[in-house]
């Protein structure tokens, strides 16, 4: 008996292992997802006030999107993930991706470790295991209870918006 489990010990784990490995990098994308997405473009914009920050959104056009059975989650894109919202007026389908670039805090570096203890860590984004060239981006999305992912190619590159700042205050 113990020579059965010492020969069969080794097995279960080596499955063990192997299959939780494979699980966190397959992620099979979807030739013919169930929904059309007619454009997309990426636009970066830059706050015209001081510490107002920018970012990049992502803007698509998606079409024959049955929202009882295929709910949209997530947008990779450029090494980042974030949720895709619903922009849509008049059901015209539109969706945006929103990446803020964090506005820039002034990092204390000292000896004395309490006066570094206001720095904040560093915000980690989950990302999408593969490669993805910068005009590729993956929609993941929920269809009967199951995560599936959509590949979008080609996504155009639109000149940053530079949004005007604030009128001073007159006083």
Partial sequence: MHKYIKNILPILLLIGFTS????????????????????????????????????????????????????LKDFYFRGEKTKLEDNSTNNNGLYVARYLKPVEKEIILHNDHKKEAGN????????????????????????????????????????PIYYPSAPPNKQ
């Fill in 120 to 159: 904040e860590p560093p915000k980690l984004q989950p990302k999408f295991p593969g490669e993805l060239k910068n005009n590729e981006g993956i929609i993941s999305y929920e269809e009967d209870g199951k995560l599936k992912y959509y590949k979008l190619e080609n996504i155009i590159y639109r000149f």
């Fill in 20 to 71: 939780c490995s494979s699980q966190q990098t397959t992620m099979k994308l979807q030739e013919k997802p169930p929904f059309t997405v007619l454009s997309s473009f990426s636009q970066p914009w830059t706050s015209g006030q001081e510490g107002g920050g920018g970012g990049l959104n992502v803007h698509m056009t998606i079409q024959n999107l049955n929202t009882k059975k295929i709910t």
